[in-house]
Every structure is written in structure tokens, then in C-alpha cells.
């Protein structure tokens, strides 16, 4: 098994509900010398692909719809000749960015992307959106959790498409259920560990969001 991971950190804008506000998102490399997967190419395509160099990328993995992880995947994509994956209950998110294009393949719970000897697969979790999906690593115990899961507690729902409640049932039954040591890889900020949250649940539960 030769599968490394890299985190690009991006900067750019999220944009909802009539607001914006300036944001850092993580991007994911995880692959060998010769190809990888991207996950998120949020913002600053160049900037990813100086990281990427020479190497194929075989796809792009959108974790949710939200225009601060998608704003520059459609150029992103066209640069290195790959196919734009996304879950299709996002799919007025994406067209709100991209009104007169589709992403090319449809994410499903469960699907499984390999690279490098390892295996992605891939986990519906709705909450922070109906169609948001982390991708779990079970050879590497990893998991790429988009903005489900984060350092201290579950995405934000306090916007459109959202729902705190969902969020909640996600991370209880798709990602608690992993095991303590899976490293959680976020969409911002730092990363955690399953055991690391797992105690909190219920105190996220109170605070109510």
C-alpha cells in the first residue's frame, strides 16, 4: 500500500441565504506518484495543481454542494481532464453555481473509489445538506468528512437545506460507529479522531446545533 494523503488549505468565500463570508477550506490529495484522487478543490485551483504536478488526477470527489467547495471545481476539473463527482440531492446547490452544467457521475451511498491500493467509500450523511458524503478509508483509517463532522462538533444547519436533527442521526449512525482511532480529515480547520467526539454527542445534542 502506497496511498499518501495531502492537504492543500484554500481561501475564498461561502455564499448563502443572501450572506457571504470569507472562509479557508481544506483540500484532499490522497493517491501515489502516479495518480490521485481530489477531494473539494474549493478555491485557488493553481495552488492545487502546483501540489498535483505531474501527477493523473482519475477523479474529483465533491463532499457536498455548497458553492465554497464547488466554486472552483468545474474549472479545476477541466484542467486535469477528470470527472466531477457529486451526491444528486445537492443538486440546486450545484446549480446555483453552475446553472448550465451537470456534475458527470452521481455519488451513492456506498460507492467506492480506489487509488493507490486503497478504497474509498462513500457515506450519505445529510444534515449540513441532503446530499453531504464523507469518504471513508477503512485500510488507512481515515475519513474525509467533509462539513459533517469537524474538531469539536457537527457541521453547521442553520442555513438552507439543513437540518440539525439529520446532522445529528448521521454522525450517530454513519460515523460514531467507525472505529475511535479513524482520523477525521475536515472541510475546514484542524483534524480529530471518532474517539475524540464520540464522547460529546450528547452535549452537542443539548446545545441544539
Not at 474509498?120 to 450523511?125: C, Q, R
Not at 457541521?155 to 454513519?174: K, N, P, V
Amino acid at each position: 500500500m502506497s496511498a499518501q494523503i495531502e492537504n492543500i488549505v484554500t481561501s475564498g468565500t461561502f455564499s448563502l441565504d443572501g450572506g457571504t463570508w470569507d472562509v479557508e477550506n481544506n483540500v484532499w490529495l490522497i493517491g501515489d506518484d502516479q495518480e490521485v484522487l481530489v477531494i473539494d478543490p474549493a478555491h485557488e485551483p493553481d495552488k492545487v495543481l502546483a501540489a498535483i504536478g505531474e501527477r493523473t488526477v482519475k477523479a474529483v470527489l465533491l463532499t457536498h454542494g455548497h458553492d465554497d467547495h464547488i466554486r472552483a471545481a468545474g474549472e479545476f476539473a477541466d484542467e486535469v481532464d477528470a470527472p466531477l463527482y457529486l451526491n444528486p440531492a445537492d443538486s440546486m446547490l450545484w446549480e446555483a453555481v453552475y446553472p448550465d452544467r451537470k456534475p458527470d457521475v452521481e455519488i451513492k451511498d456506498g460507492d467506492e473509489y480506489a487509488i493507490a491500493g486503497i478504497t474509498l467509500k462513500a457515506l450519505h450523511t445529510p444534515g449540513h445538506s441532503p446530499g453531504s458524503t464523507c469518504f471513508h478509508v477503512a485500510e488507512l483509517d481515515v475519513l474525509f468528512s467533509g462539513d459533517t463532522l469537524f474538531n469539536g462538533g457537527p457541521g453547521a444547519t442553520g442555513r438552507s437545506y439543513s437540518s440539525f436533527e439529520t446532522i445529528i442521526e448521521s454522525i450517530r449512525e454513519r460515523l460514531l460507529t467507525l472505529p475511535e482511532k479513524t482520523i477525521v480529515y475536515t472541510g475546514h480547520g484542524p483534524s480529530t479522531s471518532i474517539g475524540a467526539e464520540a464522547p460529546n454527542l450528547d452535549e452537542w445534542i443539548a446545545r441544539g446545533h
